[in-house]
């Protein structure tokens, strides 16, 4: 979050997060956090944790010298969005267990889905940003499961 003063007015700017990562140097796991409040810890004795999803970033240890960060925006270079970027899924009925899908690896058949059934604003900006990725780049190729 950037606070910028002017005239004693504040302004609050930020970015959108995308993917919330931290790995802990002491066991060299890597948690990630997707949703707001979906707390993640490692376990070792630095107790390395994230939080907060894509709703903002909360992370901690020990000792703080042991964690590597790793935070994707929606603004960054769209070939890393699309393969941080993620979409909770159930499978195509509902019924299964939950997985977190890059879009890069979800079907076309799955991103318009996603369009239909919604979501929040900036999430659905990049689903168009991905079908577009791939109306534009021969190089992209998907299944259609």
């Known amino acids: 979050m950037y606070l910028i003063g002017i005239n004693n007015l504040k302004i609050n700017s930020m970015k959108q997060i995308v993917y919330n990562s931290v790995t802990c140097l002491e066991c ?19 107790e390395t944790m994230v939080d907060g999803g894509t709703a903002y970033l909360r992370y901690g240890g020990k000792d703080m010298r042991k964690l590597s960060l790793h935070t994707i925006y929606a603004d960054d270079d769209f070939e890393l969005v699309r393969q941080y970027a993620t979409r909770g899924s159930r499978g195509v009925n509902g019924d299964e267990p939950l997985t977190w899908i890059p879009l890069c690896e979800m079907t076309d058949d799955h991103l318009e889905a996603v369009l239909d059934y919604g979501g929040a604003n900036w999430h659905l900006d990049i689903i168009r940003k991905e079908i577009a990725y791939r109306l534009n780049n021969t190089k992209c190729v998907t299944q259609n499961v």
């Open 28 to 46: 060299l796991k890597t948690l990630v956090s997707y949703h707001r409040h979906d707390y993640q810890t490692c376990g070792c004795k630095n």
